[in-house]
């Protein structure tokens, strides 16, 4: 059993959600800063930023950037990445709960349902807690969750990804099992690399992931020094989220 994240995994990151539009993400992001923000946005602290994708989309629209991830193996993905990449970006590992990055920030991005990994209540705050000391006074805090009425309505199914590569595939099959008293589920991913059809590489990762509920965000934030402006669904974020709306977003500021 590799650890969440591990080296593994982060090299094949980028192929398995090479169909993820980050673009229409930053679209998003962008058009909410513009109009939920009461100073303008230049710098963004991007908590739990993986491999940089939303990093690198947003500073070659001209925003500095400094991304803060845990994972040794995503990090590493992110500074092979800044070879290439254009923009004002600066990688930080560390502890979204705990880290210090040494300045303050327009907005705050917490993406891709990284607040999820916080499972228990006081990760969350603390991860919360994490943005609004780094936010300048009318700072933006944006994030998706998973929705929870969603989740318990649809409930998590067996999924598989094949990614063609050079030399051959990546097989992941990815499986999930709720534990609906503490509003989480326990996603399996397995993982094959495939070169001239030889597995090379044969990893399994579990991620915990919590899902989220209304009042219980608005506590959260409130409890952490935001005020909710809105929860909307993601990526469609004039619609109100409902139970057919797996990933929701939240525009919340600085109190």
Not at 6 to 35: N, P, Q
Not at 104 to 124: C, H, P, R, S, T
Request: charged residues 25%; hydrophobic residues 40%.
């Amino acid at each position: 059993m590799s650890s969440t994240f591990g080296s593994a995994y982060s090299d094949a990151y980028d192929l398995l959600y090479s169909d993820k539009d980050y673009k229409a993400e930053c679209d998003v992001i962008e058009t909410l800063f513009h109009r939920y923000s009461k100073i303008p946005v230049s710098t963004i602290l991007d908590l739990g930023c993986g491999t940089g994708s939303h990093a690198f989309a947003l500073s070659s629209r001209g925003y500095d950037v400094v991304g803060i991830d845990r994972s040794e193996g995503m990090l590493a993905v992110a500074q092979e990445r800044l070879r290439s990449e254009k923009g004002k970006v600066r990688f930080q590992q560390g502890d979204i709960r705990t880290i210090d990055p040494g300045q303050q920030f327009d907005a705050a991005l917490i993406m891709f349902a990284v607040l999820g990994y916080q499972v228990e209540n006081n990760d969350v705050l603390s991860a919360l807690q994490t943005a609004r000391r780094n936010l300048k006074p009318g700072g933006l805090l944006l994030f998706d969750i998973w929705y929870g009425p969603a989740v318990l309505r649809e409930r998590p199914s067996d999924r598989v990804k094949v990614i063609p590569t050079k030399t051959g595939k990546i097989l992941r099959v990815a499986s999930g099992g709720l534990d609906v008293a503490h509003h989480t589920c326990d996603v399996r991913f397995r993982l094959w690399k495939l070169v001239e059809g030889q597995v090379v590489t044969e990893i399994e990762e579990t991620h915990r992931m919590r899902y989220f509920f209304p009042l219980e965000l608005s506590l959260f934030l409130s409890c952490s020094g935001f005020h909710l402006i809105r929860l909307g669904a993601f990526t469609d974020f004039d619609r109100d989220p409902d139970e057919s709306t797996w990933s929701a977003m939240v525009v919340a500021q600085v109190v």
